[in-house]
């Protein structure tokens, strides 16, 4: 049960980091669906792929950490198909449970099973590749028939995102950050105290909470990202918090920046390469311009 917990865990979070929704668990298998918060089709399908890579760089990570204790190597088959379902509580009055039905359900768990035959780890139908044709990088198609489907079916592997990788490379990070946010959190602390002593009068003498709030906040800005509507209010009412304070200039923000990287980096050592550092700055950028722009509102 530890390695299926632990498999699952992994997973999940990878679909919870895009905005989708774990219909159920299955064994060894999970059934989620993407697009229950969302109209957008491409940025659905989008997220539906991403975190598919993120489940493929799970295995990876889990048979490097369970592999020789256990003589495992995970390999992870993942279908992706897009079209409409119907989505609902089903079974006794006593004991209902949300379940997903339909054409469109049967497909991916077909699909998923195709993975077998492709000696790919992730396939998706020619309805997902559609709805965002230039979005992801593509092994050739091949037509095939599913079982209990009298037509074919276009099936692509996907081995990676052709647009921008930011998301996905952040989001796969965190799998190393998360577990030690505490860590890095204080670190920053200290590296921003070392580095700018004006600072510190300015934060309370225990700095545990603040350092997880920190964190989670970080999070928060990564997992925001994939869904919709305005996920950066948070941030700036932050800064129009923090501008009636009176107490960030604007340099507050390179400073800041400037340690948060500096902290991931002494945490992930080699694993900081120069693509996964830049797309935590662009990241930041993120937060610093949200908070920003909060300040620059809360003038009068």
Known sequence: ????????????????????????????????????????????CRNAVRAGLNIQDTAARLTKRLGDDFQLDFQIGVGIHYGPCVVGLVGHPSHRSFSLLGDTVNAAARIEAMTKNFEANLLISSAVFDQAPNAFVVEPSQDVPLR??????????????????TLLLVQQSLADILPHRREV????????????????????????AQSV?????????????????????GLRELGRRHAHYGVVKNESFDHVGECIIQALADLLGPRLTPELKEAWEVVYGTVANAVSDGMELAKP
């Open 1 to 44: 049960m530890y390695i299926v917990n632990s498999y699952a865990t992994e997973c999940s979070e990878a679909i919870l980091q895009n905005d989708g929704f774990i219909d159920k668990y299955m064994g060894d298998g999970i059934m989620a669906v993407f697009g229950l918060s969302d109209n957008q089709p491409g940025r659905i």
């Open 185 to 208: 959190g204080l670190h920053f602390y200290q590296l921003l105290f070392e580095r700018y002593p004006d600072y510190r009068p300015l934060f309370p003498d225990d700095l545990d």
């Open 148 to 165: 209990g489907k009298d037509e074919l079916i276009k099936l692509y592997p996907v081995t990676g995102l052709a647009e921008d990788n």
């Open 213 to 233: 709030t920190l964190m989670n906040m970080i999070e928060a800005t990564v997992v925001n990202a994939a869904r919709p509507g305005d996920s950066l209010s």
